[in-house]
C-alpha cells in the first residue's frame, strides 16, 4: 500500500511562494501520474495540477501561471511550487495518483493559509 506524506505549508502573505511536497513510499510511484488536491474550508476536495510518468503537466485554471508541479522519480517525491499566492489559495493541499481509479488513502495534507 501507498503512503503518502505532504509537508512544506505554511502561512505566507498574499503574493508570497511556498514550496510543498510530497513523499511517497512503495515503487508504483514513479509509474503513475500524480497530482495535487486541495481542500478549502466548506468546499469539495479540487484538483489542481498533474504530472504524467512522462512529466507533461496540466493544472486548474485558477493556479495556471502561479503554480508549478514537479516530480523526482528517484526519491519518490512530488513537489507543488506555489508562487503570486492569493487568499483564496488558502486550503489544505494534499498529494494523491491523478486517476480516481487509482487514489489511494489519503495523507494528513499540510495547510496553507494566505493571509495578511
Known amino acids: 500500500q501507498v503512503q503518502l506524506a505532504e509537508s512544506g505549508g505554511g502561512l505566507v502573505q498574499p503574493g508570497g511562494s511556498l514550496r510543498l511536497s510530497c513523499a511517497a513510499s512503495?515503487?508504483?510511484?514513479?509509474?503513475?501520474?500524480m497530482g495535487w488536491f486541495r481542500q478549502a474550508p466548506g468546499k469539495q476536495r479540487e484538483l489542481v495540477a498533474t504530472i504524467a510518468r512522462g512529466y507533461s503537466t496540466g493544472y486548474t485554471d485558477s493556479v495556471k501561471g502561479r503554480f508549478t508541479i514537479s516530480r523526482d522519480n528517484a526519491k519518490n517525491t512530488l513537489y507543488l511550487q506555489m508562487n503570486s499566492l492569493k487568499p483564496e489559495d488558502t486550503a489544505v493541499y494534499y498529494c494523491?495518483?491523478?486517476?480516481?481509479?487509482?487514489?489511494?488513502?489519503w495523507g494528513q495534507g499540510t495547510q496553507v493559509t494566505v493571509s495578511s
Open positions: 512503495g515503487t508504483i510511484f514513479s509509474a503513475r501520474a
Open positions: 494523491n495518483f491523478a486517476a480516481a481509479t487509482m487514489i489511494v488513502s
